[in-house]
């Protein structure tokens, strides 16, 4: 569970400081899925970060799961981050030089994990998304769809409870962005991972049981699907 | 994320530009390169010099000579010693001592025997065979030293008899069957007196010495012959150029200890001359060579100098290319610290690829180098092995190479460590 509370985010000092980000408060609850939108400026991709840890808010506290994050350590945050976040973004940010497998590995890599132990979580991570036969290729030869799958699979790769997105279908074409979402949608609702998408997706963000709209650093909209 | 992944990641990562990776490898190579060989170099020369010097033995006696005079035009003008002798070669004036100054010498406390060292020219030896053969030089005996003979003994000083030690390069020449053969044979040495009328003396041959850096191609002989050959050489002429002497030897009584040995030497020198151990003898000649071997090391640290800021650039670019990579492994939960260490590796393995090859290039080089002088121009020296490589000294190289190639590395490094992955990740 993730709660917000009271966060701000500003840049600068004084006269030109610039607030991203005004007293945000809600809470995301386990295997939930929300979707964040709003145009850009709107402090939606710095709503994100700061969830995901990847920043620390001006004001204000994040809790994962009742422990506040603005009194851990860097080490610690690292540590919560590789073991519990999940991430997929827009541009893939794969090495293209590696293999499918290599780019999958990644985040065990980090965490520590033996050599034969990853191969055998990565593996099973590319058969949940079907690109088990492309294991060995070059990450280079592989289509849009199939990178942002393999990405999929890094993100699962070590259990997370809760898998960020941002975009993630902004660089590919309808028909695959389609199965991508279903892929996404589909692991949500079998794993029980919580989704927190950023888009401009009207689309992708109905499919969402929440939806939280920005604008200029505030919440304007709060919405929740009906299902 | 392990230590064997982060080596194991680097030295991937270095696969990953290979034709980047090897020209960066090969600047560090040609500084590592050199440094080895000069390292080699000194070592051989040191090693043969403290070899063939310092088991040399003349632990007790002092080699003596007059205080120089200045001839550097900027010192002060030095006003004129009416008793002091000299002696001009070159239109060089030195200071020399006569015989007042061998009585003074031999008056200091514990000094038991003052030889004057002559330098008698000799103009032909002569064996049991017909021919006459040039001979570079004479070299006196100082009483200690110990002498690498195949065969004999080295001179005696005590002896009443002309005694001399030949070279093995001479020995058939002379008529003799072997080395062996040559011992107890004699030898007639002709010299020139001053009017230029030829003389000779007999000698007996009581060893054969192999040739060294000391003897550069001399003979050896003992007081006895020298002070004959000298009196040939210096015939009719007045006492004040006779007696008129480069360095004497100060033999001094056994069983000192070194301080008492150094004392007695501080006795003469304070008496206004100069001494000096053969100990420190060696010590200017290991000097010279090492400060040769300073100047031409320094060359091969400008070249790992330059080396490195070809290391630094490969990094940043790495750095620059792979700002997403790290970016996203730092959102995956990478720490600073072990992205520093990741592309301190690179940088350090870059050090060590360079210096390994450098190293193991150097020496089949310097060994083939040592080979070949060995059989040329080194033929006569025994024992001298021109470059050597102590273990100890590759380690070392190596070991500094790859601290220079982690410095340069840790500029780079750090902007890695410091990127923060939201700018790192940012649309473009």
Same mark, same amino acid.
């Given at each position: 569970?993730?709660?917000?509370?009271?966060? &701000?985010?500003?840049?600068?000092?004084?006269?030109?400081?610039?607030? /991203? %980000?005004? $007293?945000?408060?809600? #809470?995301? +609850?386990?295997?939930?899925?929300?979707?964040?939108?709003?145009? &850009?400026?709107?402090?939606?991709?710095?709503?994100?970060?700061?969830? /995901? %840890?990847? $920043?620390?808010?001006? #004001?204000? +506290?994040?809790?994962?799961?009742?422990?506040?994050?603005?009194?851990?350590?860097?080490?610690?945050?690292?540590?919560?981050?590789?073991?519990?976040?999940?991430?997929?973004?827009?541009?893939?940010?794969?090495?293209?030089?590696?293999?499918?497998?290599?780019?999958?590995?990644?985040?065990?890599?980090?965490?520590?994990?033996?050599?034969?132990?990853?191969?055998?979580?990565?593996?099973?991570?590319?058969?949940?998304?079907?690109?088990?036969?492309?294991?060995?290729?070059?990450?280079?030869?592989?289509?849009?769809?199939?990178?942002?799958?393999?990405?999929?699979?890094?993100?699962?790769?070590?259990?997370?409870?809760?898998?960020?997105?941002?975009?993630?279908?902004?660089?590919?074409?309808?028909?695959?962005?389609?199965?991508?979402?279903?892929?996404?949608?589909?692991?949500?609702?079998?794993?029980?991972?919580?989704?927190?998408?950023?888009?401009?997706?009207?689309?992708?963000?109905?499919?969402?049981?929440?939806?939280?709209?920005?604008?200029?650093?505030?919440?304007?909209?709060?919405?929740?699907?009906?299902? | 994320?392990?230590?064997?992944?982060?080596?194991?990641?680097?030295?991937?990562?270095?696969?990953?530009?290979?034709?980047?990776?090897?020209?960066?490898?090969?600047?560090?190579?040609?500084?590592?390169?050199?440094?080895?060989?000069?390292?080699?170099?000194?070592?051989?020369?040191?090693?043969?010099?403290?070899?063939?010097?310092?088991?040399?033995?003349?632990?007790?006696?002092?080699?003596?000579?007059?205080?120089?005079?200045?001839?550097?035009?900027?010192?002060?003008?030095?006003?004129?010693?009416?008793?002091?002798?000299?002696?001009?070669?070159?239109?060089?004036?030195?200071?020399?001592?006569?015989?007042?100054?061998?009585?003074?010498?031999?008056?200091?406390?514990?000094?038991?025997?003052?030889?004057?060292?002559?330098?008698?020219?000799?103009?032909?030896?002569?064996?049991?065979?017909?021919?006459?053969?040039?001979?570079?030089?004479?070299?006196?005996?100082?009483?200690?030293?110990?002498?690498?003979?195949?065969?004999?003994?080295?001179?005696?000083?005590?002896?009443?008899?002309?005694?001399?030690?030949?070279?093995?390069?001479?020995?058939?020449?002379?008529?003799?069957?072997?080395?062996?053969?040559?011992?107890?044979?004699?030898?007639?040495?002709?010299?020139?007196?001053?009017?230029?009328?030829?003389?000779?003396?007999?000698?007996?041959?009581?060893?054969?010495?192999?040739?060294?850096?000391?003897?550069?191609?001399?003979?050896?002989?003992?007081?006895?012959?020298?002070?004959?050959?000298?009196?040939?050489?210096?015939?009719?002429?007045?006492?004040?150029?006779?007696?008129?002497?480069?360095?004497?030897?100060?033999?001094?009584?056994?069983?000192?200890?070194?301080?008492?040995?150094?004392?007695?030497?501080?006795?003469?020198?304070?008496?206004?001359?100069?001494?000096?151990?053969?100990?420190?003898?060696?010590?200017?000649?290991?000097?010279?060579?090492?400060?040769?071997?300073?100047?031409?090391?320094?060359?091969?640290?400008?070249?790992?100098?330059?080396?490195?800021?070809?290391?630094?650039?490969?990094?940043?670019?790495?750095?620059?290319?792979?700002?997403?990579?790290?970016?996203?492994?730092?959102?995956?939960?990478?720490?600073?610290?072990?992205?520093?260490?990741?592309?301190?590796?690179?940088?350090?393995?870059?050090?060590?690829?360079?210096?390994?090859?450098?190293?193991?290039?150097?020496?089949?080089?310097?060994?083939?180098?040592?080979?070949?002088?060995?059989?040329?121009?080194?033929?006569?020296?025994?024992?001298?092995?021109?470059?050597?490589?102590?273990?100890?000294?590759?380690?070392?190289?190596?070991?500094?190479?790859?601290?220079?190639?982690?410095?340069?590395?840790?500029?780079?490094?750090?902007?890695?460590?410091?990127?923060?992955?939201?700018?790192?990740?940012?649309?473009?």
């Amino acid at each position: 569970m993730i709660e917000v509370k009271n966060i &701000s985010k500003t840049y600068g000092k004084n006269e030109n400081s610039f607030t /991203a %980000l005004h $007293d945000v408060s809600f #809470k995301i +609850s386990d295997g939930s899925s929300l979707a964040i939108l709003g145009k &850009s400026g709107s402090g939606k991709s710095t709503l994100m970060h700061i969830l /995901a %840890l990847l $920043d620390k808010p001006t #004001k204000g +506290s994040v809790l994962i799961d009742d422990s506040d994050t603005s009194e851990m350590t860097s080490h610690e945050l690292d540590k919560l981050r590789n073991e519990k976040f999940g991430f997929v973004f827009q541009q893939f940010f794969m090495n293209s030089n590696d293999t499918v497998l290599d780019n999958v590995i990644l985040p065990l890599k980090v965490a520590g994990v033996t050599k034969r132990e990853r191969k055998r979580r990565a593996l099973e991570a590319l058969k949940a998304v079907e690109m088990l036969d492309k294991a060995k290729n070059k990450a280079s030869d592989l289509s849009g769809g199939q990178k942002q799958r393999v990405c999929i699979a890094r993100a699962l790769v070590n259990n997370p409870s809760i898998i960020f997105a941002d975009e993630p279908t902004g660089n590919l074409d309808t028909a695959t962005g389609d199965v991508i979402e279903n892929l996404l949608f589909g692991l949500h609702k079998d794993k029980g991972i919580t989704l927190i998408i950023v888009t401009h997706d009207a689309d992708l963000a109905a499919k969402c049981e929440e939806n939280i709209y920005m604008r200029d650093g505030k919440i304007v909209t709060k919405r929740e699907a009906k299902l | 994320m392990r230590y064997i992944d982060i080596i194991a990641t680097a030295n991937h990562n270095l696969k990953r530009n290979k034709l980047r990776t090897i020209l960066t490898i090969v600047a560090v190579f040609i500084g590592s390169f050199t440094i080895t060989l000069t390292v080699g170099l000194n070592a051989g020369v040191n090693d043969y010099i403290s070899k063939q010097l310092g088991t040399l033995g003349g632990d007790n006696v002092l080699i003596v000579t007059a205080k120089g005079m200045n001839s550097a035009p900027t010192s002060e003008p030095k006003e004129y010693n009416p008793n002091q002798s000299t002696n001009s070669t070159f239109g060089l004036t030195i200071n020399t001592m006569n015989d007042v100054d061998v009585a003074k010498i031999k008056s200091v406390d514990k000094v038991t025997k003052v030889t004057p060292q002559l330098i008698p020219t000799v103009s032909y030896i002569q064996g049991s065979s017909d021919k006459k053969y040039q001979l570079a030089s004479v070299n006196q005996m100082v009483d200690g030293i110990k002498v690498d003979v195949v065969a004999g003994s080295a001179p005696d000083n005590n002896s009443t008899d002309n005694q001399i030690d030949i070279l093995p390069s001479y020995v058939s020449v002379l008529g003799f069957k072997d080395n062996t053969d040559a011992v107890g044979k004699t030898l007639t040495i002709a010299a020139k007196t001053p009017l230029g009328l030829i003389q000779t003396v007999e000698a007996k041959i009581v060893g054969v010495q192999n040739d060294s850096l000391l003897a550069s191609g001399g003979f050896m002989i003992n007081d006895h012959l020298t002070r004959q050959l000298y009196d040939i050489t210096t015939e009719g002429m007045p006492d004040s150029i006779r007696n008129n002497y480069y360095a004497v030897v100060a033999t001094i009584s056994s069983g000192m200890t070194e301080k008492e040995i150094t004392d007695v030497k501080n006795m003469v020198k304070d008496l206004g001359y100069n001494a000096m151990t053969v100990r420190d003898r060696i010590g200017t000649v290991s000097t010279i060579i090492n400060a040769i071997s300073y100047a031409l090391i320094g060359f091969g640290a400008v070249a790992l100098l330059a080396a490195s800021f070809g290391v630094i650039n490969t990094l940043f670019m790495a750095v620059q290319e792979r700002t997403k990579e790290i970016g996203l492994m730092k959102a995956v939960g990478m720490s600073g610290g072990r992205v520093f260490i990741l592309f301190s590796i690179e940088a350090i393995l870059l050090g060590f690829w360079g210096s390994l090859i450098g190293m193991s290039l150097a020496y089949v080089v310097g060994s083939g180098l040592s080979n070949y002088a060995s059989q040329t121009f080194l033929k006569d020296l025994k024992g001298f092995t021109l470059i050597e490589f102590p273990i100890t000294y590759l380690l070392i190289v190596m070991g500094v190479v790859m601290l220079i190639a982690y410095l340069a590395g840790t500029l780079p490094a750090r902007r890695a460590a410091k990127l923060n992955p939201i700018d790192a990740l940012r649309y473009e």
